[in-house]
C-alpha cells in the first residue's frame, strides 16, 4: 500500500533505528487463564495476515507476502518474584520496544504475556509500522478478547474474524486509480500552495528533495502524563458546551499551544487518521494511517468558540479527502526534504470502551506509535488507566512542561489567551 512505502525506504536508511516500532500493553485484573490467552492470540494471528506480512526485494524493488507459517511464538514471563514485578516489566518493555526489526527474513511482530501477580497479567504487542497503524492494534486486541472470552465460554469464536490485509491493498490500488485521487490532489493543493514559509516549520530531519534520501528521524524523547478524572470530565463538558467533539477540542487546544510557543497566526496542524473510508475496512488489520494538514488562522480577536468552529469545519472538509497521502501532498507542494509542513502532530485516540477477557477487566496503554519530526501529541481517550511509566522519574521535554496551562482551553473566558514577552515566540526543544 502507498502508505507502507515511505515508510519502507526511511527504514532503508538507518536498519538499526527501532522509531518505527509501535506497541500497547493490555493489562488485565482477574483470574486470567494466561494459557487461553496465548491460544486466542494463536488463533487471532492466524486470522489477521498483516501480523504475518514479510517483506523479500525482488529486482530492488520491496516485495510482501504473506508467512502462513502455523507457529506463533508468543513468550510468556512470570515477573510475579521480582523485587518489583511491575518495575521489571517496564524495564524488559521499554527494553523490547528498542529492539531493531529486520524488514526481510523475520517475523516483523513480537508478542508476551507477562504475569506480575496472581490477579494482574500484562499483555505486551509490539509490530513494525510498515505492516500496521495504531487503529489495528485496537483492533487486534479487541479480537484477541473476543476469542478469549468465547473460548472461556465454551463458544465458537468464528463469528467476527476480519477480512484480509488483501481487501486493504485492492483498496488502496483502486483508489489511486479513481478519478477521486485527483479529486483529493486538487483539494490539497489548492487548500495549502499559498502557504507562507513562515508556517512551515524548520525540521530537524531536512535533506535532499527526495524520501528516499531524507535521513529517518531518531526515536522520540517521550513524556507521559495521565489527566485527572475531574480534568477529563471537565473538558468533555466544555466540549458538549461549544457543541463539538472531544477530539475537536483537543486539536484545537494544540493548535492553541502551537500558536502560544511560536507567535504563529496561519498554523497547519497535522492529524492522525485511519486513511480508511469504507465501514468495510474499518476492522480489517493492516497499514493504512496517515497524517492529514488542517490550516487554522489564529490571531488576537479569536475566540475560543471561534477557533473550536474554523477546527471543526478544517475536520469536516479534510476527512472526506483523507486517503491522498501526506508524502503525496509534500511532492505536490514541493516540500519533500524540507520543513516539516506539520510541525505538530495531534492523535486522538478513542479508547472509551474497556476491553474484558471473560471475567477479566482490562484497559490499553499505548506505548508508541512512531515517529515524529518534531512534536506529537497522543491522547486517548480512556477514562482511567495505570500507564506502564508511572512511578517512574522522565526527562521532561520543555514542551510537556507547558500543558496545564496551554492544553486546557479557556473556555470561561471568550477570548484566548495570548501571553507576551519572548515565551510567546521562541519554543525550547526538548531532548533528541
Same mark, same amino acid.
Given at each position: 500500500m502507498s502508505g507502507q512505502l515511505g515508510i519502507w525506504y526511511a527504514q532503508q536508511l *538507518?536498519?538499526?533505528?527501532?522509531?518505527?516500532? !509501535?506497541?500497547?500493553?493490555?493489562? !488485565?485484573?482477574?483470574? @486470567?487463564?494466561?494459557?487461553?490467552?496465548?491460544?486466542?492470540?494463536?488463533?487471532? @494471528? /492466524?486470522?489477521?495476515?498483516?501480523? $504475518?506480512? +514479510?517483506?523479500?526485494?525482488?529486482?530492488?524493488?520491496?516485495?510482501?507476502?504473506?508467512?502462513?507459517?502455523?507457529?506463533?511464538? =508468543?513468550?510468556?514471563?512470570?515477573? %510475579?518474584?521480582? &523485587?518489583?514485578?511491575r518495575g521489571a516489566a517496564d524495564?524488559?518493555? $521499554?527494553?523490547?520496544?528498542?529492539?531493531?526489526?529486520?524488514?526481510?527474513? &523475520?517475523?516483523?511482530?513480537?508478542?508476551a504475556v507477562l504475569k506480575l501477580g496472581e490477579s494482574t497479567h500484562l499483555w505486551? &504487542? +509490539?509490530?513494525?509500522?510498515?505492516?500496521?497503524?495504531? =487503529? *489495528?492494534?485496537? !483492533?487486534? *486486541?479487541?479480537?484477541?478478547?473476543?476469542?478469549?472470552?468465547?473460548l472461556a465460554e465454551g463458544r465458537d469464536p468464528a463469528d467476527g474474524a476480519p477480512e484480509s490485509v488483501a481487501v486493504l491493498m485492492d483498496a488502496d490500488r483502486s483508489y489511486r486509480d479513481s478519478a477521486d485521487f485527483g479529486r483529493d490532489r486538487d483539494f490539497?493543493?489548492?487548500? @495549502?500552495?499559498?502557504?507562507? /514559509?513562515?508556517?512551515?516549520?524548520? %525540521? $530537524?530531519?531536512?535533506?535532499? #528533495?527526495?524520501? +528516499?534520501?531524507? +535521513?529517518?528521524p531518531d526515536a522520540p524523547a517521550r513524556h507521559l502524563s495521565d489527566v485527572g478524572p475531574a480534568e477529563t470530565g471537565a473538558l468533555k463538558a466544555v466540549a458538549r458546551r461549544l457543541k463539538t467533539s472531544f477530539a475537536a477540542l483537543m486539536i484545537s487546544a494544540a493548535a492553541l499551544y502551537h500558536h502560544r510557543t511560536t507567535g504563529a497566526e496561519d498554523i497547519v496542524v497535522g492529524v492522525s487518521v485511519n486513511g480508511r473510508t469504507r465501514r468495510a475496512e474499518l476492522a480489517i488489520p493492516g497499514m493504512t494511517s496517515n497524517i492529514m494538514p488542517i490550516r487554522l488562522s489564529i490571531t488576537p480577536t479569536t475566540t475560543v468558540a471561534e477557533l473550536v468552529r474554523e477546527t471543526g469545519r478544517a475536520l469536516h472538509a479534510g476527512l472526506r479527502h483523507q486517503r491522498y497521502q501526506y508524502k503525496d501532498i509534500l511532492a505536490d507542494l514541493r516540500r519533500v526534504g524540507g520543513g516539516a509542513l506539520c510541525g505538530l502532530i495531534v492523535n486522538v485516540i478513542p479508547m472509551e470502551q474497556p476491553l474484558r477477557f471473560g /471475567?477479566? *477487566?482490562?484497559?490499553?496503554?499505548?506505548? %508508541? %506509535?512512531?515517529?515524529?519530526?518534531?512534536?506529537?501529541?497522543?491522547?486517548? #481517550? !480512556?477514562?482511567?488507566?495505570?500507564t506502564p511509566d508511572s512511578g517512574r522519574r522522565q526527562p521532561r521535554p520543555a514542551h510537556t512542561d507547558r500543558r496545564p496551562g496551554h492544553l486546557t482551553p479557556p473556555a470561561h473566558r471568550p477570548e484566548l489567551a495570548h501571553g507576551s514577552g519572548p515565551e510567546r515566540h521562541r519554543c525550547p526543544r526538548g531532548p533528541s
Open positions: *538507518s536498519p538499526g533505528n527501532p522509531a518505527y516500532n !509501535i506497541g500497547n500493553c493490555v493489562e !488485565i485484573h482477574g483470574e @486470567l487463564d494466561a494459557d487461553l490467552l496465548v491460544t486466542a492470540l494463536r488463533r487471532a @494471528l /492466524d486470522e489477521a495476515d498483516a501480523y $504475518r506480512l +514479510r517483506f523479500r526485494i525482488e529486482a530492488d524493488t520491496p516485495r510482501q507476502y504473506v508467512d502462513d507459517t502455523p507457529d506463533h511464538a =508468543v513468550q510468556v514471563l512470570d515477573l %510475579s518474584t521480582a &523485587q518489583d514485578p524495564t524488559w518493555m $521499554r527494553e523490547e520496544l528498542e529492539h531493531p526489526v529486520d524488514l526481510t527474513g &523475520q517475523p516483523l511482530y513480537r508478542h505486551y &504487542q +509490539r509490530i513494525h509500522h510498515v505492516a500496521l497503524d495504531g =487503529v *489495528s492494534l485496537r !483492533i487486534f *486486541s479487541g479480537r484477541v478478547a473476543d476469542i478469549y472470552t468465547a490539497w493543493t489548492g487548500l @495549502l500552495a499559498d502557504l507562507p /514559509d513562515a508556517a512551515v516549520t524548520e %525540521s $530537524r530531519e531536512a535533506g535532499p #528533495d527526495t524520501h +528516499r534520501a531524507r +535521513r529517518m /471475567d477479566c *477487566s482490562a484497559t490499553i496503554t499505548g506505548l %508508541s %506509535s512512531g515517529p515524529t519530526e518534531d512534536l506529537k501529541i497522543d491522547v486517548y #481517550d !480512556i477514562a482511567r488507566r495505570r
